[in-house]
């Protein structure tokens, strides 16, 4: 049984994965023999390494905004605001 398939789609270079569904199509249809497999295959470390630093640098960026606004969080809730300041300069707190 013969089948064509022809799939005309343009494709960043960014959007080739091994889970990309353009990539398991072209695996299983010409098991390696295609130019954009054998392309992928050769270079398949270079895209994880580059797909993991881009993971990294995420994680640090979302890491870096999550501690920030923990610490603005913390930083709100931790002063004590004075709506006028006392003419001797002398803080007093009431025990309630």
Partial sequence: MKVQLMID???EDKT????S?????LKALCKDGD??????NENRERILAVEKEKRALYAKEQYAK?????DEEALATNQVVMPEMPKDNVLR???L
């Fill in 93 to 95: 707190f009431d025990n």
């Fill in 21 to 25: 569904p353009l990539m398991r199509v």
């Fill in 9 to 11: 789609i343009d494709v």
């Fill in 35 to 40: 130019a954009q497999v054998k392309w992928y």
């Fill in 16 to 19: 080739l994965t091994a889970r």
């Fill in 66 to 70: 999550r501690k920030a606004k923990k």
